[in-house]
């Protein structure tokens, strides 16, 4: 298996209209770990994610990976914030990566019902996917961009209008993907999920990166006041 | 009222018996319009998908093209295309008017702007739906369009169905090119036009009968047809 990490972020900067929504950003994402991005609303943090994903354009400074772009490209998953549902069934919709990829029937069918299994939608096999609960959804979502056995694995705010079962299911589905060794970065205004789950992390405000370090420091240390303030719960300015 | 009553009885007679001439002026109609569907499905289908997910520098323009060319009057494609095919226009030699395959022509010109408009307004909904995921899954442009015709399948059917039933019905385009020649371009609607102008309200009425009949179960039957395998769905 190629490594395409690390990933460089070098001064990116991400501007739409003459409005800079994130940047001037540099970090590095090394081999291993759970890196959470913090950050209040419009923080920038989908568009980061974005950009690290390789689907947000970027206006200045340069996004490397290990690899090659486009080898990159093959080895990442990304949920998005409100799962997108294929309008086909359960089983389709978790086929539809192997399809892409024209992975061989029988393995198909093998990889499938493995997952089906691990998401717990075995009984919802032939349910159109668009009829699925919120739960269910972000389950089938995970289940579909992991069944591709990416290297890293982006997800934005995966349990944003969860309760509190559904996000037990997709934090036990991180935490086992993150032991079978893939690179996970997400994000979320959760504090409790980000520390039950990082190993490190970034708090973005205004677009940049405000703070960032080991997950012991980070939450038990807070260097800056805004990252204080955004842990007491107050509402960050 | 009397007039109508009669016509009413003979026109059932008329379809129970199976008269031969009517018979064959509706499935002359028939042939006429699924060819006409056929090639014009082939062409609006993705070309109206290909529209939707695709920018190029003149997209706006081609859409406006696009839904002016969908309200073209009949008559007036029937006459230009009279004007083409007529013995002294460009295409004379190939000896097309009054065929068949003249109407073919006209009613491709008529009903592919619109299926190709239905079809991109559908296909562009779906695709800003899909978007996000297919660009992530790193899709290639082919499998973009195969994935977004599959799903959007009932979508095009939709439209098909919209393209059917504008030619099934069209009159003035045909009449024009085909010239209601007995035996030779005559289909329900040009002989519903020739009957009651001759005051034939019986045969008039049978084959207007005869041509709402063919367009529900043409509907009914494609419909069912996509309900079997997608039981269950919304
Ligand atoms: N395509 C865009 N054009 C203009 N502004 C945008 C666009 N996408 C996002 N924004 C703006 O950029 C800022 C950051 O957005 P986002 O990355 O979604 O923040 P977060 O995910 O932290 O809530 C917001 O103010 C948002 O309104
Ligand atoms: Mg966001």
Sequence with gaps: MTNILPLNLKDVMVKRRGKRLIGPVSTKLGNTGITMILGPNGSGKTTLLKVMHGVERVSAGQVQWAVPDHEAQHHQSY????????????????????????????????????WARKIGLEDHLSVQATRLSGGEKQRLALGRALIRRPEVLFLDEPCANLDGASTRDIETLLLEAHAAGTRIVMTTHNIGQAKRLATDAIFLLHGEIWESGPSARFFDAPETPELQAFFRGDIIA | MSDIVEGLTAAFWLVISLDPELLEIS???????????????????????????????????????????????????????YILLSRSGPFGVLGLLFTPTAMVIAQVIIITPLIASITHQAMRELWAEYHDLLISLNTSQWQRIKTLIWDGRRNLLTASLAGFGRGIGEVGAIMIVGGNIDNATRVLTTAIALETGKGDFALALALGFVLIALAISVNIAIHSLSRTEREGRW
């Design chain 1, 79 to 114: 949920v998005f914030q409100s799962p997108i549902m294929l309008r086909r069934s359960v089983i389709d919709n978790l086929r539809y990566p192997l399809q892409l990829h024209g992975t061989p029937k029988a393995e198909q069918e093998a990889r499938v019902s493995e």
């Design chain 2, 27 to 81: 499935l002359r109609s028939l042939q006429v319009t699924l060819t006409s569907l056929v090639i014009a499905s082939a062409i609006a289908l993705p070309f109206g998908t290909f529209l939707a997910i695709r920018r190029f520098r003149y997209r706006r323009l081609t859409i406006s093209v696009l839904n002016a060319l969908m309200g073209l009057p009949p008559v007036v494609v029937g006459l230009i295309v």
